[in-house]
């Protein structure tokens, strides 16, 4: 088993440009995750998704997009890049309310700069 | 006051001998709690968890839960090198599915 799988792990952009980042899991959980993290901030959760066809904003929504193609896939889709959105993200999953407890495993990140 | 507090260190402790790290929470419903390890440039790995009050321990790890105090700690023995990274503390609430995240204690063993 792979986990969670992000692709791409680096990506340079200019301001205003767009670029979606794939998260995928293989472990048929539930619940997924995106996050950024920022140095001295901790991580921050963008958006959710509880279960498959649902999704949820996060503290930090602002500037994305998400989609929940599926049970396995959840994209982060940045429209219009800005050097406020430069941080590393990260993809999670977990099992859900299903699955009684909220353990969530993180896929290997993708390092963002926005030039 | 932050919802999850915990002490950014670095913490520095000679090899072999126990590190303990703390966390504070201010909600009171909270129903679960995590200690992830994140080494530099990797991403968070999921250590323990803990449900109720009292001690858990898996290995070389210890994890402490109070809710009185509304208090988590993670005690490492016989540290080693390879345990120096950050240490997050991530606390959930009843039925929801969002953790809230301390921001990490950095942890240094020294040889």
């Known amino acids: 088993n792979a986990g969670v799988t992000q692709t791409p792990k680096f990506q340079v952009l200019k301001t205003g440009q767009s670029m979606t980042l794939q998260c995928a899991q293989d472990?048929?959980?539930?619940?997924m995750y995106w996050y950024r993290q920022d140095p001295g901030m901790g991580l921050r959760l963008i958006y959710y998704?509880?279960?498959?066809?649902?999704?949820d904003k996060g503290e930090v929504p602002n500037g994305y997009n998400v989609s929940r193609l599926n049970k396995r896939e959840f994209s982060l889709r940045l429209e219009s890049a800005a050097p406020s959105q430069t941080s590393v993200y990260f993809c999670?999953?977990?099992?859900?309310?299903?699955?009684?407890?909220?353990?969530?495993?993180f896929g290997p990140g993708t390092r963002l700069t926005v030039l | 006051q932050k919802e999850v507090e915990q002490n950014s260190g670095p913490l520095s402790v000679p090899e072999g001998a126990i590190a303990s790290l703390n966390c504070t929470y201010s909600d009171r419903v909270s129903q679960s709690f995590f200690w992830y390890r994140q080494y530099s440039g990797k991403s968070p790995e999921l250590i323990m968890s803990i449900y109720s009050n009292g001690d858990k321990e898996d290995g070389r790890f210890t994890a402490q839960l109070n809710k009185a105090s509304q208090y988590v700690s993670l005690l490492i023995r016989d540290s080693q090198p390879s345990d120096s990274a950050t240490y997050l503390c991530a606390v959930a609430r009843d039925s929801n599915y969002q953790l809230i995240w301390g921001a990490g204690t950095k942890l240094i063993i020294k040889p």
């Open positions: 998704s509880a279960s498959e066809g649902t999704t």
């Open positions: 472990m048929n959980h539930n619940s």
């Open positions: 999670a999953s977990s099992e859900g309310p299903t699955g009684g407890q909220n353990e969530q495993f």
